[in-house]
């Protein structure tokens, strides 16, 4: 471990494994928050007593926020700070981050103030009941209630049912990880929001607790509602993902056999109209649609065996296995 061991404190409140944190910040244009972000977290995780380091990662900032961070990295030597060329999002700076972070557990946080670090104390606590993935829940948040908290809420709900990992605020970025859960998964999209279900469908105990949210007092969100269908999005990826991802010929088939189904009916309700209403064939939608149908049918299974040879590449040239393995008696998995 490189990061720097703070002035030991005797008694470790939380817990007596022994461990060391990295707390994970993605910056971008945040200013006038940097300086009282940077002198809350240090104080409370000084107070908290295990090794720690701070990862920034300045996403392409266009503010001083840089030159702020780079002020700060200069006295203290656990303080890191990754620049990004460009802003890349708030999902592309977390996978940095965790690839950058040392600590046996990580946590990510805002640059806002909105979190309050305070309650990393609370959620390394619950880590200790035996949970890999602790999750914040901003019970009281204090967010527009139109743009926010309505589209928030039924984003939620939505990913709990589809997902099966029920909490109430994925949208929260401040959770706490055990390094092992978080280290092996990538990030796309705006997905950090799913990482405590791709960590769950893993076999990792994930649980939540209510932490304290505020309003933004600097600078502004980088958010609009525009977000809310992004991550409806990126949630039909991950359900797809995880359920067909080593066989996708059977939504694609499934879907490819609706329509030639469709078809089917189209057309047997074409010859009942010919030969027992005395409807001629072009006098109904019905020859267009059926012709559609077909085509749309036999494609959709056609891009189930292309997506077929995908997987199978994806697999294959990464040498990537489709299972995962928890222990083995007397024999050697290979990894
Ligand atoms: N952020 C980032 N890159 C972006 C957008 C946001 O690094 O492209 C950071 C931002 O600086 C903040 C966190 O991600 O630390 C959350 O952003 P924001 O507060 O705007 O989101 P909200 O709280 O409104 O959901
Ligand atoms: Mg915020």
Redesign the pocket.
């Known amino acids: 471990m490189s990061v720097i061991t703070t002035p030991a404190k005797e008694t470790k409140a939380y817990s007596v494994l022994n461990r060391s944190l990295s707390v994970v910040?993605?910056?971008?244009?945040?200013q006038d928050n940097i300086e009282a972000l940077c002198s809350r977290t240090i104080s409370i995780l000084n107070e908290l007593g295990y090794p720690w380091e701070i990862i920034f990662?300045d996403?392409?900032s266009t503010d001083s926020s840089y030159n702020k961070l780079a002020r700060v990295a200069a006295k203290h030597s656990n303080i890191k700070v990754v620049q990004f060329v460009r802003?890349?999002?708030?999902t592309a700076?977390l996978a940095a981050g965790i690839d950058h972070a040392q600590g046996d557990i990580i946590i990510p946080m805002?640059?806002?103030l909105?979190n309050d670090p305070i309650d990393i104390a609370n959620l390394l606590a619950k880590l200790d009941e035996g949970y890999d993935v602790v999750s914040g829940w901003r019970k009281n948040r204090h967010?527009g209630f139109i743009n926010?908290l309505l589209p928030s809420w039924l984003a939620n709900k939505l990913i709990s049912t589809i997902s099966g990992v029920k909490l109430h605020d994925y949208?929260c970025?401040l959770k706490a990880y055990k390094r092992e859960v978080i280290k092996q998964v990538k990030l796309y999209g705006e997905m950090h929001r799913f990482v405590p279900i791709y960590a769950s469908w893993e076999g990792a105990k994930v649980t939540e607790i209510p932490v304290t949210h505020y309003a933004?007092r600097f600078?502004?969100?980088?958010?609009g509602i525009s977000?809310t269908f992004k991550v409806i999005l990126d949630l039909l990826t991950v359900k797809f993902l995880s359920t067909y991802f080593t066989k996708p010929i059977y939504v694609f088939g499934m879907a490819g056999f609706s329509c030639l189904a469709l078809a089917c009916a189209a057309f047997a309700w074409m010859v009942i109209l010919k030969y027992f209403y005395q409807t001629s064939f072009i006098e109904t939608p019905l020859p267009i649609l059926i012709t559609m149908l077909l085509v749309v049918g036999i494609q959709f299974v056609l891009m189930g065996l292309l997506a077929e040879i995908l997987m199978r590449t994806y697999h294959e040239s990464q040498d990537k296995r489709i299972y995962k393995v928890k222990s083995a008696l007397n024999t050697n998995t290979p990894v």
């Open positions: 910040i993605p910056v971008y244009n945040e990662i996403d392409g802003n890349y999002g708030q700076a805002d640059a806002d909105q967010d926010r949208g970025s933004r600078g502004k969100s980088k958010y977000r």
